[in-house]
């Protein structure tokens, strides 16, 4: 009896806590299920796995699906109605000017007439951008009309649109009888557009040297970036003037290094010019940049600061529920949930943020993580296949003490 009581104990440690840290999602009431976005923070990173392979969210009703993405610059239209300041129609020719220079990719072209077909040529401030584009209305025939032309991103002063009504095509042939049919077209006005995106959004982190060497004229500049995911890097640098070539490694565990990149450093006082930042996109705990000072003195390098992109948590919150993350154990895998093929980052969604971390006692040896987490389904069954399996045990001895 006493070693199925210990082999129950020992079956419900599996489903013990693995996770060394939890933060609880600080969220206001809700009053219907809505999505919930999450803004992570550094104590986050620095606790996670590369891949947020161990993140596992929880509520009272159990482990709950969810998903992690950075923020994205958003598009907006850009653009600018004009009337044709000049139209030359015996030469079919439109000409547009602008105020002051404007970006332009689409041209849609707004026309009152009907069943025609044209070649188009766009010219910005004299210059040729499209040859030979097409323009149509087929009312009487498909129904289908397209008024717009789309050309490489250009700034524009002034635009001349030329068109071509070719009535040799076999769409004038087939309705040359209809009155519609005419030499020029009536184009009340046009729309110059484009795509612009959103300004950039960043975080910033200033990450102070760690320490520094140099040897044969390289020094190198070791940091502890504590995890946290970064596109770029400012380096604080004491001097004012200077040029240098380097290179930039990261590691996992301080000892082995991985190349990425060469980059050059620059700043001078006489010509105004500065350039301290390395474009590079990456997740690492430990960062160094190595420097050629050929006969030069070290360069004092102070901190770097880093520019991360907002990450974000999103998840379906049901009213009066509580939400925990709980993270740390390296050992777990992905898990993979429907979630972020049903919603998108552009779905309504109310905000929440991260408690303080909490430190939590782990229950289970490290290398049992794995096994278990492969194997929890199967493993849970065992348990209640157990546990009714001594209760049923227990109630037979006590019948037989009855009968006896």
């Known amino acids: 009896m006493k070693k199925i009581m210990l082999l129950i104990c020992l079956s419900v440690g599996i489903f013990a806590n693995t996770q060394p840290y939890k933060k609880d999602i600080v969220l206001e009431e809700l009053n219907e299920t809505m999505l919930v976005q999450v803004s992570l923070d550094n104590a986050f990173y620095q606790h996670t796995s590369k891949n947020y392979s ?48 404007f970006e332009i990719e689409e041209i849609k072209l707004h026309i009152e007439d009907r069943n025609f077909e044209s070649s188009v040529d766009v010219y910005v401030d004299d210059v040729l951008v499209l040859e030979d584009g097409k323009i149509f209305d087929y009312s009487n025939e498909t129904g289908g009309r397209n008024f717009t032309l789309k050309i490489e991103k250009v700034k524009a002063k002034k635009v001349t649109i030329v068109y071509h009504l070719d009535q040799t095509t076999s769409f004038y042939k087939k309705y040359k009888d ?17 795509h612009m995106k959103a300004h950039s959004v960043f975080e910033h982190s200033v990450i102070m040297l760690h320490s520094n060497k140099t040897k044969k004229k390289v020094s190198s500049y070791l940091f502890k970036t504590k995890n ?59 960062l160094m940049l190595k420097l050629h000072n050929q006969d030069n003195k070290a360069l004092n390098i102070k901190s770097i600061k880093l520019f991360t992109v907002p990450n974000y948590l999103y998840f379906l919150a049901d009213k009066g529920e509580k939400y ?21 980052r552009d779905s309504l969604s109310v905000k929440a943020t991260l408690s303080k971390i909490e430190h939590l006692k782990v229950n289970v040896i490290k290398n049992n993580y794995l096994f278990f987490e492969e194997n929890k389904k199967t493993l849970f069954i065992f348990v209640i296949f ?12 006590l019948l037989k003490k009855e009968e006896n």
Do not use: C
């Open 54 to 101: 161990d993140v596992r969210l929880h509520s009272t009703k159990g482990v709950e699906g969810y998903f992690i993405a950075p923020y994205y610059q958003k598009y907006f239209l850009n653009q600018q109605s004009l009337k044709a300041n000049l139209y030359d129609r015996k030469n079919a020719t439109l000409t547009y000017l602008f105020k002051e220079p």
């Open 386 to 397: 157990l546990s009714i399996s001594v209760m049923a045990y227990i109630a037979f001895g």
């Open 178 to 194: 209809l009155k519609e049919l005419s030499q020029y077209l009536t184009i009340k006005s046009a729309t110059f557009s484009n």
């Open 324 to 344: 925990t993350l709980y993270f740390g154990d390296k050992n777990l895998t992905t898990p993979s949930y429907e979630l972020k093929s049903l919603v998108n």
């Open 228 to 286: 946290i995911p970064f596109s770029e890097i400012e380096l604080n640098i004491a001097e004012k003037n200077f040029k240098r070539s380097g290179e930039l490694y990261s590691s996992e565990d301080g000892e082995k290094w991985r190349y990425h990149k060469s980059f050059t450093l620059e700043s001078s006082t006489i010509t105004g010019r500065s350039d301290t930042r390395i474009h590079f996109k990456i997740r690492t705990p430990y």
